[in-house]
């Protein structure tokens, strides 16, 4: 029997404090490879301090967006590439606005919103 998407989230994030306490063990791991120590540790570092809260704050913004029939969202970046990757997932594409705001290699991304 096939399982929903509700079903298999909630399954998932059954294992949670299970999968956080895999990734510390193997970050603190005096046998683990400096390799696995760096995935661990940003594994960790990306779930509580903001890689998916900017992706939810993205989904809040474009649907804000929606209601006032906003055509697209632009928004920045500068030096992060995690940054850039989540605006990447969520369908922004690379523009350059007539007048640049930020730093020299700043990015900047815009997403259509209709």
């Known amino acids: 029997m096939a399982k929903s998407l509700t079903e298999i989230r909630s399954l998932a994030r059954s294992h949670t404090r299970t999968a956080l306490n895999v990734l510390v063990g193997v ?3 005096k046998d683990a490879t400096a390799a696995a120590k760096v995935l661990a540790a940003n594994a960790i570092l990306d779930r509580s301090w903001g890689n998916r809260l900017q992706l ?3 989904r809040a913004l474009q649907a804000r967006a929606r209601h006032n029939r906003w055509s697209s969202v632009v928004s920045d970046t500068t030096d992060n590439l995690a940054s850039a990757n989540n605006f990447i997932r969520a369908g922004y594409r690379l523009y350059q606005p007539q007048t640049p705001w930020g ?3 700043t990015l900047y991304c815009r997403k259509s919103i209709r």
């Open 27 to 29: 970050m603190r791991s």
């Open 56 to 58: 939810r704050l993205m």
């Open 103 to 105: 730093w020299p290699n």
